[in-house]
Structures are given as structure tokens and as C-alpha cells.
């Protein structure tokens, strides 16, 4: 048997997210999330872990390159995240001490929202995976143990293909492979890192080379993956999303059109599916949360 955390990233972003996110801990296969503190539904997702999401596991989406930061030195004129990953990138390899130091006083900004409100965490991630960046990575870690937390997402993908053609050579010529490649690349070091603060990461982690095409074939492919080489601890990531009437703003125009994708309704409507949950049954996968190990 292995231990399978379907994670759902970007509680809190708007309110698409949080009732899609929701609706799949309900109705569906969901077993954890990850909040997004700066969301404009941020408010509107505490209320969720007091009530319906109560029990979900739940992690920290830590964000440096989407929307309002108080932080001066990582804002731009109109007080957004100035930097994409690229620019995280380039700056931290150039040892920029002031940027480093910008960037723990806001992930301790977040952190201490999230205290305010009086919910637990039990393990870390990021927006775009920002906290890969090794250099990144080693500040997210020194946060965890500071904050007693165990869990640390690595997004260490194996490679692995689905039956259908077309879903495995799509990634050949769009970002996914690229990031896969590169984020493999950081795994090396950020394991390293984990283990040198004490802390825990999955043994696989499923959701970047299809990013985008999270469905009903990709995700009983990764799962199949997993069980067939023996892989005791998987996180899977999907994006779930509905297009809520409740959404007036978003924190970019790019996150509006990602929210209202067709694919996020598709990575929502998979993890109801009683198919995907029966391929689970049959594999005798134990659904579970970095909470509940």
C-alpha cells in the first residue's frame, strides 16, 4: 500500500479556488490544500478550514510574484511583486544579501498572518514553485523548522508516460518539460538542505510535467507510476478552479484567464470522479495528509 496526498494549491487566491477546493475535499478525492495568504479570497478561505474544510491537510503556498507585497524592496511602483521566477533566479545567484533578507521578512509576513488566524500548518510549498530556487529554498526551510513544521514540497517528478500519445509528447514543446527539467535539477540540492534542517518531503511528487492536463488519464498514470516502483509517499498537484459570480478583481489579469480555464473545471470534475476513485481502491492507495502521516 503507499500513502497518495492529492494536494490542491491556491486556497485563498480568489474565490473560484476556494469553492472548487472545497467542493473536491466534500465530494471528492481531495486530501489537502495550500493557502495563499495575499488572495484576495484569503478571509473567505479561513472561514472554509472552520467549516467545510475542516480536517483537510493544510499548508502554506508561500508567494513572491503575484500580487501585493508590503515588503519595499520586492515591490514595483504600484506595490506589486516586481520579479517573476527567472528574476529570483538571476538575483539570488548573484548573492544580492538585500534581496535574501527581503524575501525571509516577507515569507515571515505570511507566516504571521497565518498565525493570526489560529489554524495549524503542516507542511510548505510556493506560488510557481518559487521556494525551488535553492537559495530560496534554504530560507523556506529555516521557516519551517522556526515554525515547527515537518513537511516540504520537492518537486521531484519522475519521469513517467501516460498511454495516450499526445498527452506524453506535449510537454516536449511546451514549458512543462523545461521546468521539469530544472526543478529536477534543484531537487538535488534542496533534499540536501531538507535533511540538513530535520525536514520530511515526499518520495515522489506527480503534477508538472502535465501541468495543464491534470485529468482523468494523467492522474491514474502518475498514481500507476508510483505503485508499480514501490513509492511510498506521493503527493499529487492539481489546480482546481470554478468560475464564481463571486470574483470581482483578481490579483492579475493572468490569474483571472488561468481561474477561468477550462482545465481548471476539468482538474475539479476528476478528482469527483468515481472512476479515479475506484483506480485508487483497486490499488489499494491510502489517501491521506502530511497531517495525518
Not at 500500500?1 to 466534500?26: H, P
Not at 470581482?248 to 469527483?272: C, Q
Request: glycine fraction near 6%; aromatic fraction near 10%.
Amino acid at each position: 500500500m503507499i500513502n497518495v496526498i492529492i494536494n490542491n494549491d491556491d486556497l485563498g487566491l480568489n474565490y473560484g479556488f476556494n469553492e472548487a477546493i472545497s467542493d473536491c475535499y466534500t465530494n471528492g478525492i481531495a486530501t489537502s490544500t495550500s493557502i495563499r495568504t495575499n488572495g484576495l479570497a484569503y478571509k473567505d478561505a479561513i472561514r472554509l478550514i472552520k467549516g467545510s474544510l475542516d480536517g483537510i491537510g493544510l499548508g502554506i503556498h508561500l508567494n513572491l510574484t503575484d500580487g501585493k507585497t508590503k515588503t519595499k524592496y520586492l515591490q514595483n511602483k504600484i506595490g506589486e511583486y516586481r520579479r517573476d521566477f527567472f528574476g529570483y533566479y538571476r538575483d539570488t545567484k548573484l548573492h544580492d544579501k538585500k534581496l535574501l533578507s527581503a524575501i525571509e521578512r516577507d515569507f515571515n509576513q505570511q507566516f504571521d498572518e497565518v498565525k493570526k488566524s489560529g489554524i495549524a500548518l503542516d507542511h510548505i510549498n510556493s506560488h510557481n514553485h518559487i521556494h525551488m530556487i535553492p537559495e530560496i529554498f534554504e530560507i523556506a526551510a529555516k521557516l519551517a523548522k522556526k515554525n515547527g513544521i515537518s513537511y516540504i514540497r520537492v518537486a521531484n517528478e519522475p519521469f513517467h508516460l501516460t498511454k495516450w500519445g499526445t498527452t506524453d509528447f506535449r510537454p516536449l514543446y511546451n514549458l512543462n518539460f523545461g521546468k521539469f527539467i530544472l526543478l529536477k535539477h534543484f531537487s538535488r540540492a534542496n533534499q540536501r538542505t531538507a535533511k540538513k534542517y530535520g525536514l520530511k518531503t515526499s518520495d515522489a511528487f506527480y503534477g508538472i510535467l502535465h501541468t495543464g492536463q491534470m485529468n482523468e488519464s494523467t492522474v491514474k498514470a502518475a498514481i500507476g507510476h508510483a505503485v508499480s516502483n514501490n513509492i511510498k509517499l506521493v503527493e499529487v498537484l492539481l489546480h482546481p478552479a470554478h468560475s464564481s459570480k463571486r470574483d470581482k478583481t483578481f490579483t492579475s489579469r493572468f490569474i483571472a484567464d488561468y481561474t477561468r480555464k477550462k482545465e481548471r473545471l476539468i482538474e475539479a470534475n476528476t478528482l469527483k470522479d468515481p472512476s479515479v476513485k475506484r483506480f485508487l481502491d483497486n490499488k489499494r492507495v491510502h489517501l491521506t495528509s502530511y497531517a495525518q502521516l
